[in-house]
């Protein structure tokens, strides 16, 4: 069975910092880019960043020289570090394939709340 099991989020205050971890199983791994991306209430779900098999990453311009996107094609993992955050990354966290739905379906996510 594909899955896909976020873990990590929490209440983190302005100017903090926190790292999420994807974990994957029931398929290869490997052959995929994989990304996190992020739904905020009332907006749609965002790719907030991505990374080939090779390791070469891309951000959106909004979290770009703050978040940094790892995979560990091994360990079939893919965490997101977190820097500098701010009320506006406030948002429910989501990891699957770039482009989703190749990989297989979304997990539960992880909330993460940035406030004081």
């Known amino acids: 069975q594909v899955k896909l099991v976020e873990s990590g989020g929490g209440l983190v205050q302005p100017g903090g910092s926190v790292r999420l971890s994807c974990v994957a199983s029931g398929t290869i791994f490997n052959i995929y880019n994989m990304g996190w991306y992020r739904q905020a209430p009332g907006k749609q779900r965002e790719l907030v960043a991505s990374i080939t098999p090779v390791h070469s990453a891309k951000y959106g311009d909004s979290v770009k020289g703050r978040f940094t996107i790892f995979r560990d094609n091994y360990a079939k993992t893919v965490s997101l570090q977190m820097t500098n955050l701010n009320p506006e990354d406030t948002a429910v966290y989501y990891c699957?394939?770039?482009?989703?739905?190749?990989?297989?379906?979304w997990g539960q996510g992880t909330q993460v709340t940035v406030s004081s």
């Open positions: 699957n394939s770039d482009p989703p739905g190749q990989f297989g379906p």
